[in-house]
């Protein structure tokens, strides 16, 4: 079975395998909250991309909110306006 080494350290054997770049890495390069290197990829904003997802997720409730708001308003103007033209 071969033995993966670390990039940036050839001497230790790799743990894990970095989730944005591919390499092999080592403990020390391996940051387990992210999945990253630890010297290029968290430094290059590859974390700040993790945060991002939050952003969108809450524009999009707020949108879906509005939507469902401007809709049933839409509902009650047509409902009202068939009651007074129906007299």
Do not use: W
Not at 30 to 41: L, S
Not at 58 to 82: K, M, P, S, W
Request: with cysteine; net charge neutral.
């Amino acid at each position: 079975m071969a033995e993966f080494l670390c990039m940036n350290h050839p001497d230790q054997q790799a743990v894990a395998q970095c989730r944005r770049c591919g390499k092999p890495i080592c403990e020390n390069c391996y940051d387990p909250a992210t999945g990253y290197c630890r010297d290029q990829c968290i430094n290059n904003g590859a974390v700040s991309s993790v945060h991002e997802p939050k952003k969108n997720i809450l524009l999009q409730v707020i949108v879906a909110i509005l939507a469902i708001i401007g809709g049933l308003a839409i509902l009650l103007i047509t409902i009202c306006g068939a009651f007074l033209l129906s007299y």
